[in-house]
């Protein structure tokens, strides 16, 4: 149990262009998921807090008007890097509550790897 | 000052040797504590978790919470080459919900 998938597992675009990474919970059901930020030989840096049926919270620094999160479904989150730049290039990575646990364990979805040229 | 701080290593030990990953953290309300594993190019693994002071134990991993000193670590007893990884360890801060602050991780190498 407690599998998240991502998609695309990787994606190069070109500078100015926008990219859309899912993120799915494939066994359970997430009202809350989470998008992180992976610079190399960096921790992982959450970016924002997905919100099923309502809007997402972001942490300090972060553009949301930049980094569109969608969560329309229990199962499905989106994270669209819009205008991307070469400085955007990272590992980004959700992850999901699996709903009753007492501790909210967070399992994580295999990354997906964008590269900006 | 960081939340949760780590050495990042890398730490080196040999095949069979016990493994000591130490993490420290600022909240004094936090009150669960998660270790990662994380593969070179992969995404982060649940390991164990621990909210109680002491120890807790799982096959050759022995989480250790001391909240009087704000310290967690991780022993990894026997260690196997596949062990060799980053492990990160991660807080929940008080009133974060399910939040978590990670820190920057600790490489570990196991040399034959």
């Known amino acids: 149990g407690a599998v998240v998938s991502q998609h695309p597992s990787w994606v190069i675009c070109k500078s100015g262009t926008s990219v859309k990474i899912e993120c799915r919970s494939l066994d359970f059901q997430a009202t809350t998921m989470f998008w992180y930020r992976q610079f190399p030989k960096q921790s992982l840096m959450l970016m924002a807090t997905s919100n099923e049926g309502s809007k997402a919270t972001y942490e300090q620094g972060v553009e949301k008007d930049k980094f569109l999160i969608n969560h329309a479904s229990l199962t499905l989150s989106t994270l669209t890097v819009t205008s991307a730049h070469p400085e955007d290039s990272s590992f980004y990575i959700c992850?999901?509550?699996?709903?009753?646990?007492?501790?909210?364990?967070?399992?994580f979805g295999p990354g997906t790897r964008l590269t900006v040229l | 000052q960081k939340e949760v701080e780590q050495n990042s290593g890398p730490l080196s030990v040999p095949e069979g040797a016990i493994a000591s990953l130490n993490c420290t953290y600022s909240d004094r309300g936090s009150q669960s504590f998660f270790w990662y594993r994380q593969y070179s190019g992969k995404s982060p693994e649940l390991i164990m978790f621990i909210y109680s002071n002491g120890d807790k134990e799982d096959g050759r991993f022995t989480a250790q919470l001391n909240k009087a000193s704000q310290y967690v670590s991780l022993l990894i007893r026997d260690s196997q080459p596949s062990d060799s990884a980053t492990y990160l360890c991660a807080g929940q801060p008080t009133g974060t919900a399910s939040k978590l602050t990670f820190g920057t991780g600790t490489r570990l190498q196991v040399t034959l």
């Open positions: 992850s999901a509550n699996p709903p009753g646990l007492r501790y909210n364990e967070q399992f």
